[in-house]
């Protein structure tokens, strides 16, 4: 069974930071790689960064430099800090665990970069 709980999206105006949290009721939570995705209307989702069990990351092209991704395992939470938002950063923001190549993800938290 698994169940992710996304939260902290809202709006910001551009320029702006957020950060957004994930908790996770996952068992063995610590050896699954862990991600957040978006979704922007009339766009495919995407992958914007994961997280591994180690601790190796990965982000998206469009994001590297101002979006980090950081897990804490005792607490099984994900977290994404968003910095230098920009409008075509809106969307709808998913996290994700990754179990043996079959993906799962949360209910999603909508992120608006406007002024």
């Known amino acids: 069974q698994v169940q992710l709980v996304e939260s902290g999206g809202g709006l910001v105006q551009p320029g702006g930071s957020l950060r957004l949290s994930c908790a996770a009721s996952?068992?063995?939570?610590?050896?699954?790689?862990m991600g957040w995705y978006r979704q922007a209307p009339g766009k495919q989702r995407e992958l914007v960064a994961r997280i591994g069990g180690g601790g190796n990351t990965n982000y998206a092209d469009s994001v590297k430099g101002r979006f980090t991704i950081s897990r804490d395992n005792a607490k099984k939470m994900v977290y994404l800090q968003m910095n230098s938002l920009k409008p075509e950063d809106t969307a709808v923001y998913y996290c994700?665990?990754?179990?043996?190549?079959?993906?799962?993800w949360g209910q999603g938290t909508q992120v608006t970069v406007s002024s």
């Open positions: 994700s665990v990754d179990r043996s190549g079959v993906l799962s």
């Open positions: 996952i068992n063995f939570f610590s050896i699954y790689s």
